[in-house]
């Protein structure tokens, strides 16, 4: 459902940083290329949501289309400089901060960087200028709900994160992950969320506040559907296969 992400060579051996940079960009620019044709070459199989039309969704414009559908979002800004970040987190309290498009890992030899959801803490070490970057009121939480949506279906996990954790995949393997009923007017919203973004399948990110209300914070289009299936014995692998097979069925 997705492209040529893991296993990408990193170059090193160029004489400067900016030239390593430069590089790798091309590198990722050629690899993008090839998934592309790749999916051209694909284009007449049958997919969950056929890309690349649904690989890719500005997540400014999920949130804008979520709070259409009546999601209740935290409060959240783009920001570029210092003055503007005190003044949220002065009017939000505690505020997070995480990536609009899609992140890839930074590795070397030394060590495996991942890119995470984080608080915003020492706002002095900030610069007073920065690259326009998605600010976020911290919301504190009951639990998390990765919901997986297939064929009109809905299946929905809870994870059991501690309270003051920003994000949980720096725990994922020692938090508890039970099958999790959303409400009939979530599952309504989902559905017209994804009807309105015109996508079969994918990953939505929600969390339970302390004040009993569920929040949308994202949707993956391409989301792994193993997380969900697994912990809560949904066997979705067994569903995605079926659908599949009729689908092919349908066509011969």
Not at 35 to 46: A, D, V
Not at 83 to 91: A, H, S
Request: aromatic share 10%; glycine share 4%.
């Amino acid at each position: 459902m997705g492209g040529f992400v893991k296993g990408l060579p990193q170059a090193t051996v160029v004489d400067n940083e900016k030239n390593i940079i430069t590089l790798n960009d091309n590198i990722r620019d050629e690899n993008k290329m090839l998934s592309q044709y790749f999916m051209y070459l694909l284009k007449s199989k049958n997919w969950l949501s056929h890309p690349p039309s649904s690989i890719d969704v500005n997540k400014l414009i999920v949130l804008d289309e979520a709070k259409a559908v009546g999601f209740n979002i935290p409060e959240y800004k783009i920001i570029n400089s210092k003055k503007q970040l005190q003044n949220f987190k002065e009017e939000h309290g505690r505020v997070i901060t995480k990536s609009l498009g899609n992140t890839f890992p930074l590795s070397s030899r030394e060590c495996f960087t991942m890119f995470y959801t984080k608080e915003v803490t020492n706002i002095e070490a900030v610069s007073s200028t920065f690259p326009s970057s998605f600010i976020q009121k911290f919301i504190p939480k009951t639990l998390e709900i990765r919901t997986f949506y297939f064929n009109k279906e809905i299946f929905s996990m809870a994870i059991m994160t501690p309270n003051s954790e920003v994000d949980h995949r720096k725990y994922s393997k020692d938090l508890r992950k039970v099958p999790y009923q959303l409400t009939k007017e979530v599952e309504d919203k989902i559905h017209l969320l994804m009807e309105t973004l015109n996508l079969e399948t994918g990953s939505l990110d929600f969390m339970l506040g302390h004040d009993n209300l569920i929040y949308f914070l994202e949707v993956n289009p391409i989301g792994q559907f193993s997380m969900v299936s697994e912990p809560c014995n949904y066997f979705l692998e067994k569903k995605v296969a079926l659908h599949l097979k009729t689908l092919h069925e349908k066509k011969h």
